[in-house]
């Protein structure tokens, strides 16, 4: 074989390497996208959903549209005491995406094995959670007594759509109720309740370390 033909040949052989590996297409790419899109709203009312109306309040991060940082939330709930009405106790908890956020998980499960039902998928994402009742956290509940004596104002913002990470904070007080939903990286992360959130989830992760130190 001259030369020429065998140039011809090694350029065929090529094409042909090319034409049975294609690269992956728009619609391709299109389809993981939705996917993951779809099966992250599912997991998101699953694991990290809207308050009950028993909370008393509840915050959420999620790290949307990069979905890098782990989603993350705590509820705190009343429970009033069987024996005592005039009372009642504070439990707290708290689930956070685990190691990774759950959109990078659903990732990983699609290129794995995009075929799955939905309650499969479900039971493969990861999420870490614990409860902590105020009793075993005496910060804990420092920091709920203090978010009573906070005044119910919303921030003051015209920010409509959140392009970057949000924080959703819920809250009730006797007839009165607030919901706010903010841009996590804008000016309104300064805004007291939010800040009170950041110190309940530091308080919050700290009693649950120490509390797993004790036999």
Not at 31 to 49: D, G, I, N
Not at 75 to 94: C, G, I, K, N
Not at 180 to 185: E, P, R, T, Y
Request: net charge negative; aromatic share 10%; hydrophobic share 40%.
């Amino acid at each position: 074989m001259d030369i020429t033909a065998q140039r011809r040949w090694a350029l065929l052989a090529e094409l042909a390497i090319v034409m049975c590996f294609p690269a992956p297409s728009h619609s391709q790419e299109d389809t993981q996208e939705k996917w993951m899109a779809r099966h992250w709203s599912r997991a998101l009312v699953h694991f990290f959903p809207q308050p009950d109306a028993d909370d008393f309040v509840a915050y959420r991060f999620l790290d949307g549209p990069r979905h890098e940082i782990p989603e993350y939330s705590f509820r705190v709930v009343q429970f009033s005491v069987p024996t005592d009405r005039e009372h009642s106790v504070m439990v707290a908890y708290v689930r956070e995406a685990s190691p990774q956020s759950l959109y990078e998980q659903l990732g990983t499960i699609y290129q794995r094995n995009p075929s799955l039902s939905d309650h499969a998928v479900q039971k493969l994402l990861k999420v870490r959670h614990f409860r902590i009742p105020e009793s075993k956290c005496p910060a804990l509940k420092t920091q709920l007594n203090n978010f009573v004596h906070f005044q119910f104002l919303p921030p003051k913002t015209d920010r409509m759509e959140l392009a970057g990470p949000s924080e959703d904070l819920w809250a009730t007080d006797g007839d009165i109720s607030i919901s706010l939903s903010i841009d996590a990286g804008g000016s309104e992360k300064n805004f007291p309740m939010i800040v009170w959130a950041h110190e309940t989830r530091q308080i919050l992760d700290t009693c649950y370390a120490q509390l797993k130190k004790k036999p």
